[in-house]
C-alpha cells in the first residue's frame, strides 16, 4: 500500500499542476439585436426555473453576450442583463432587419455547459459496473462531480458514492481528455449463500484519467479509467481498478 499511497500522491499532486493554469478563451465580438414582438423576458439565471426580474419591449435593442444551450444572456442598453429562452430569442432580428440566425448545437455549446448527467455501464474487478453521474462545471477547464455505482460480482454486490473533482485541460479538442481526483465510500454487501462475511463500509480515494467526445446536439461520450484506495478497519487496506463508458448530456 505505501507504493499504492505514493503513486496517488504523484498523480494528485499532477492533477493540482493541471488545475491551476485554466485557459482563457477570447471572446468573440458582441451581437446586438431589436425585439419585434411586444417583449421577450429576462431571467435572473439559464433555466426556466429562475424568476423573470426584467423584460425587453418592442423596439428595444439588445446586446447578446453568451449562449448557453438554450438560453442566451442579453443586456438592454441600461444595463439591465439576463437570460432569455431561444424561442423568444427568436422574436428579434438583426440590424437589416432579417431573423436572429440560430444555429443547432456546437462543441462550443457543450464547453459552455453547465450542468451534466451520464448513464454508464464498465468493469469492476470482473464484476460488472452500472452507475449514474451529476457535474457541475465552474468553467471549460473545473468541474466537480458526485456518482453513484453498483457492482455485481459472483460473491458480493459494491454500492460506491463518490465525490470529485475533474479538470479538462483541453476543452477545445474534440478528444478531450481529462483528470480526476476524489473520494467516497464503498458499501459491501456478501452474498450470503456463498460467505458467512459481515456487511461493511469503508471509505475509499481515487484518481484518474479519461476521454470526452461530443457527439451531436446534447449528447457526448465518455470514458473513464479510476484507480480505487480502500481504507478499511483492518490490518490491510485494498485498491482496486474500474474502468467505465457513458453516453451523456448536457444543459
Do not use: C
Amino acid at each position: 500500500m505505501r507504493l499504492i499511497s505514493k503513486i496517488s500522491l504523484r498523480i494528485g499532486g499532477l492533477l493540482l499542476g493541471l488545475l491551476l493554469p485554466w485557459s482563457l478563451q477570447a471572446e468573440e465580438s458582441p451581437l446586438r439585436v431589436q425585439v419585434f414582438a411586444p417583449y421577450i423576458e429576462m431571467h435572473t439565471g439559464p433555466g426556466a426555473v429562475y424568476p423573470v426580474h426584467h423584460v425587453a419591449e418592442r423596439d428595444e435593442w439588445v446586446v447578446i453576450h453568451k449562449r448557453r444551450t438554450d438560453w442566451f444572456l442579453v443586456e438592454t442598453r441600461r444595463g439591465k442583463q439576463g437570460w432569455v429562452a431561444i424561442d423568444e430569442m427568436r422574436r428579434t432580428r438583426l440590424e437589416d432587419g432579417t431573423p436572429l440566425p440560430l444555429k443547432a448545437y456546437s462543441e462550443r455549446d457543450f464547453r459552455d455547459r453547465t450542468w451534466e448527467f451520464s448513464f454508464y455501464g464498465g468493469d469492476m474487478e470482473g464484476a460488472a459496473l452500472l452507475g449514474l453521474y451529476a457535474g457541475y462545471a465552474f468553467n471549460e477547464n473545473l468541474s466537480t462531480e458526485v456518482s453513484f455505482s453498483q457492482a455485481l460480482g459472483d460473491f458480493s454486490s459494491e454500492y460506491l458514492f463518490d465525490v470529485n473533482l475533474v479538470s479538462q485541460p483541453f476543452p477545445e479538442w474534440t478528444f478531450s481528455p481529462f483528470f480526476t481526483l476524489g473520494g467516497g465510500v464503498i458499501r459491501t454487501n456478501p452474498n450470503a449463500t456463498l460467505v458467512e462475511t459481515e456487511d461493511r463500509t469503508d471509505t475509499t480515494a481515487h484518481v484518474g484519467a479519461g476521454l470526452k467526445v461530443y457527439l451531436t446536439r446534447r449528447f457526448f461520450l465518455r470514458g473513464e479509467f479510476r484507480h480505487y484506495a480502500v481504507f478499511t478497519s483492518r490490518d490491510e487496506n485494498e485498491d482496486f481498478d474500474q474502468w467505465k463508458i457513458g453516453l451523456g448530456f448536457f444543459f
